[in-house]
């Protein structure tokens, strides 16, 4: 499959919390229930989910919730979570472009700063769009080893 992520083929939207499974669960809850797909908050109002459709097929999500980190001063904050990509999509930038269409829609929003427990494989993903590590490395039992990051928009 060729794929051309500079393309108009691209279209980046808001969906619902339902939606993000179909990339949610194989990428981030592989060999587990699809109920374990659900995160709390993912229904609230004040919750964002963003979806990239690559020719019509859904391949990435994103969800943004209101969530204040006590390390930060900043008033306004949101926590990613669920930031994911299918495998076969991946290092195409579409992961890229995701963020950056949702850091416009939380900055439009007066989202002052982003942060997030990152997975340590995907830390480089993240420092190239210009989120920092905060602390030590830690463990989330059954994920694995992961950094706080962050970045005022
Ligand atoms: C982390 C993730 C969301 C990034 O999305 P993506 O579309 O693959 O990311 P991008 O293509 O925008 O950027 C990936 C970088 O790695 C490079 N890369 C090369 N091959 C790659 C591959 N097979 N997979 C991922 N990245 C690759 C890309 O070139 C790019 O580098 P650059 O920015 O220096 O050019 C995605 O890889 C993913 O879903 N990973 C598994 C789940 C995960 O770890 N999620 C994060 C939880 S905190």
Redesign the pocket.
């Known amino acids: 499959m060729k794929i051309n992520?500079n393309t108009t083929d691209i279209n980046i939207k808001r969906i619902t919390a339902l939606e993000t499974y179909p990339?949610r669960h194989p990428?981030?809850r592989e060999g587990r229930p699809f109920e374990t797909c659900k995160m709390e908050a993912d229904d609230l109002e004040s919750t964002f989910h963003f979806g990239l459709y690559y020719k019509n097929k859904l391949v990435?999500v994103?969800t943004f919730m209101m969530d204040k980190d006590l390390r930060f001063t900043e008033k306004k904050q949101y926590r990613?979570r669920?930031?994911?990509?299918?495998?076969a999509?991946?290092?195409?930038?579409?992961?890229?472009?995701?963020?950056q269409f949702a850091e416009q829609f939380l900055k439009v929003n007066k989202v002052e700063r982003v942060w997030?427990?990152?997975?340590t494989?995907?830390l480089?993903?993240?420092k190239?769009?210009g989120y920092n590590t905060y602390g030590s490395i830690f463990d989330i039992p059954d994920i694995g080893p992961?950094y706080v990051?962050s970045k005022i928009l």
């Open positions: 992520s990339v990428v981030l990435g994103a990613l669920g930031m994911a990509v299918l495998t999509y991946q290092g195409y930038h579409f992961g890229k472009q995701l963020l997030f427990n990152a997975r494989k995907a480089s993903f993240y190239n769009n992961h990051m």
